[in-house]
Antibody, heavy 121, light 108 residues
Framework: EVQLAESGGGLVRPGGSLRLSCAAS????????MSWVRQAPGKGLEWVSV???????YYADSVKGRFTISRDNSKNTLYLQMTSLRAGDTAVYHC???????????????WGQGTMVTVSS | DIQMTQSPSSLSASVGDRVTITCRAS??????LNWYQQKPGKAPKLLIY???SLQSGVPSRFSGSGSGTDFTLTISSLQPEDFATYYC??????????FGQGTKVEIK
């Protein structure tokens, strides 16, 4: 079965760090574009970061310089290292696969259930 | 960056109603537009990709249309399980993947 499962969320103080993991099954993380998307309590969806199959990485302006996306192909796992955390980073963090159809259109077709990150003193 | 604006932000409807949600891009995105459904406490679910293609397993009462800057998600006959929040998303495989602010569909 194709699925994603996040872990690593929790309560962290402002300025602290946290690493999220996203374990994939049924497909290879290395062969796909993989993103992190977050949702603050009661708010909408915000794209955070992507890692392409070639290893290129991109970030939303709101997290650039503080968050790092990576993957471990041997573990088929995606990561998000978060540093200098702020109250505004409080959210449920989902990982998602960006799948492509034959005409080149992409969409986030597989999502994890999410892991909650709370930044508070 | 391209901005995505949905309307309305919320709506009330009855079972069996036809429901239409619109999404407008700040500049042309051709047909690079996706629609997702999200229920409370759950992950988003892909409904429509490439503006009008139905994702496998999604009921045919859901349909999408539009191109350029103006897009529509239609539910032809609202079912009890369709009460949720719907998001449009600019795709195109280049960042950022911008989402609309969401439309909450509630029971009248």
């Amino acid at each position: 079965e194709v699925q994603l499962a996040e872990s690593g969320g929790g309560l962290v103080r402002p300025g602290g760090s946290l690493r999220l993991s996203c374990a994939a099954s049924g497909f290879a993380v290395s062969n796909n574009y993989m993103s992190w998307v977050r949702q603050a309590p009661g708010k909408g969806l915000e794209w955070v970061s992507v890692i392409y199959s070639d290893g290129s990485t991109y970030y939303a302006d709101s997290v650039k310089g503080r968050f790092t996306i990576s993957r471990d192909n041997s573990k088929n796992t995606l990561y998000l290292q978060m540093t200098s955390l702020r109250a505004g980073d409080t959210a449920v963090y989902h990982c998602a696969r960006d799948g492509f159809d034959s005409s080149g259109h992409d969409a986030f077709d597989i999502w994890g259930q999410g892991t909650m990150v709370t930044v508070s003193s | 960056d391209i901005q995505m604006t949905q309307s309305p932000s919320s709506l009330s409807a009855s079972v069996g109603d036809r429901v239409t949600i619109t999404c407008r891009a700040s500049q042309s995105i051709s047909s690079y537009l996706n629609w997702y459904q999200q229920k409370p406490g759950k992950a988003p679910k892909l409904l429509i990709y490439a503006a009008s293609s139905l994702q496998s397993g999604v009921p045919s009462r859901f349909s999408g249309s539009g191109s350029g800057t103006d897009f529509t998600l239609t539910i032809s006959s609202l079912q009890p399980e369709d009460f949720a929040t719907y998001y449009c998303q600019k795709s195109s495989s280049t960042p950022p993947w911008t989402f609309g602010q969401g439309t909450k569909v509630e029971i009248k």
